[in-house]
């Protein structure tokens, strides 16, 4: 792979995460769950798309630090 690409490609792949990250992170502080939606297990979407968050930013430094591709 094109060093430009790696470095772009990491660069937004790091952007990409930490803003899911972000919003899901602030969506799960600010949602108010009752004992019934954690009955439900309602929050366990956005606890996934966090950590999924997480992964792309993981991926997206990887990939800057040349450990990836």
């Given amino acids: 792979m094109k060093p430009v690409v790696r470095i772009v490609l990491g660069i ?3 952007l990409v995460g930490l803003l899911t990250t ?3 992170g602030l ?5 108010d769950c009752t004992q019934r939606c954690q009955a439900h297990h309602e929050q366990l979407v956005p606890l996934g798309l966090v950590r999924v ?3 792309v930013t993981v991926g997206g430094v990887l990939l800057l630090a040349r450990r990836l591709g």
Avoid at 27 to 31: H, K, N, P
Wanted: charged share 0%; glycine share 8%; proline share 0%.
């Fill in 53 to 55: 968050g997480v992964a």
């Fill in 22 to 24: 972000a919003f899901f």
């Fill in 12 to 14: 937004a792949l790091i």
């Fill in 27 to 31: 969506l799960l502080l600010v949602a």
